[in-house]
């Protein structure tokens, strides 16, 4: 009953049988009735929601011929005998519309490309089909979407073929039908689609309402494309237009000029964002070198440890480069406030490893890098203390924190 019931009133019918079902979660049942309202998933197409006694749905399915409603409970309410059945016709009418969009979207990829459509799919946010062609460019999806916006406002007939009674062979089907079956169904969109299908559709494409190309994207040496329809296209058109509003604020633009906006925003963040850094490096760059006048080490003098309490460790790396540059003794750099120190020397053949490591694991740090760069972080200041002292007093440089 399901290709010709979409009404939102009570229909009724008998359960016939009750079964448990495996395969979802315990206290699943398999409901069979006399007749069923309930589209089963097929086609590409998911299956009706909806209620049996009052019961929700979680799943139809058609397996070896019987027709299962899948709902979950311990029952009740599902016993042999009088069933009503309360059909999710907003969830019908949605991918109805979807269904019968995507037949026409193929149709039109068909005659204008001469691509055909190899998959579909039609999902709860949006739906896909694959076109057999690596590129469709921008041009040519302009074209389709305004071809298929000609045909829902020409509100073409739909139409169903039965084969047999009918001959299959006087269709031109745009793809292979099934060999297994005993009655093939044929939807035609009069004008523009034939196509063996088992899903349901509008009865005219004026039904659609609108349909919007969303993107595309390579898949497989295909084209995926990404579509909605119908009432979709207004929930979408509703959030872009609420965040067009909300960039349009910010900006101080008006809501169609945002893109503009957003790109001269852009632009004038990443002037801003290179006019930091090298501010951030020059600053580094100054102390990098009070920290080797301070601690009077030159380019050939002994190591250097040092804790900076309110410095970041990208800070930290900052200064080291620098300080690096300047002089070739081993400089041991930690942040307090992140916990995480770097260490550093430009003398060629002196691997810092041994020592480092060593000290680091004693304190119960985590860290890696190569013989002139190491870096690591611990989960107290009481470690990381531990953790320089050890360093200093292995490399001769003193007990006193800065």
């Not at 990208?314 to 540059?325: F, N, P, S, V, W």
């Amino acid at each position: 009953m399901y290709y010709d019931y979409s009404e939102a009133g009570i229909f009724r019918a008998e359960i016939r049988e009750v079964r448990p079902w495996a395969g979802r979660e315990t206290g699943t049942q398999a409901i069979l009735l006399d007749k069923t309202i309930f589209y089963p998933e097929g086609g590409g197409q998911s299956a009706d929601r909806g209620t049996i006694n009052g019961v929700p749905l979680l799943d139809v399915q058609e397996v070896d011929g019987d027709i299962l409603h899948l709902a979950a409970g311990d029952g009740t309410g599902l016993a042999p005998g009088p069933a009503e059945l309360v059909l999710d016709v907003r969830r019908r009418r949605d991918f109805t519309i979807h269904h019968t969009g995507q037949h026409l979207l193929s149709g039109t990829i068909l005659r204008i490309t001469g691509k055909p459509t190899l998959s579909m799919r039609l999902g709860e946010e949006f739906c896909t089909i694959d076109v057999d062609t690596p590129d469709l460019g921008e041009d040519v999806l302009v074209a389709v979407e305004e071809a298929v916006m000609d045909a829902i406002e020409a509100d073409c007939p739909v139409i169903f073929h039965f084969c047999p009674p009918e001959d299959i062979t006087r269709f031109p089907l745009r793809k292979r039908p099934p060999q297994d079956e005993e009655q093939i169904r044929v939807v035609e969109i009069q004008g523009h689609d034939f196509s063996p299908c088992c899903g349901t559709h509008c009865a005219s494409t004026g039904a659609i309402g609108i349909l919007r190309i969303l993107g595309t994207e390579k898949y497989k040496g295909m084209t995926r494309l990404s579509f909605i329809a119908g009432r979709r296209c207004l929930r979408d058109s509703r959030l872009l237009r609420r965040n067009g509003e909300i960039s349009s604020q910010a900006l101080k633009v008006p809501v169609m000029e945002t893109g503009k906006g957003v790109l001269a925003l852009l632009e004038k963040t990443g002037r801003l964002e290179r006019e930091l850094k090298a501010l951030e490096e020059a600053a580094a760059e100054f102390k990098a070198q009070a920290l080797l006048e301070k601690t009077g080490s030159g380019r050939d003098s002994g190591p250097l440890a040092e804790i900076f309490p309110g410095t970041g460790i990208d800070e930290i790396l900052r200064i080291g480069r620098a300080a690096q540059k300047k002089t070739g003794a081993l400089l041991v750099l930690a942040s307090e406030t992140d916990l995480k120190f770097a260490a550093f020397c430009s003398q060629k053949g002196i691997d810092i490893r041994p020592l480092i490591k060593d000290a680091m694991e004693k304190q119960g740090g985590k860290g890696g890098g190569g013989p002139g760069f190491f870096q690591g972080l611990f989960e107290s200041p009481e470690a990381l203390s531990a953790f320089m002292a050890a360093v200093r007093a292995a490399a001769g440089t003193g007990e006193d924190r800065p």
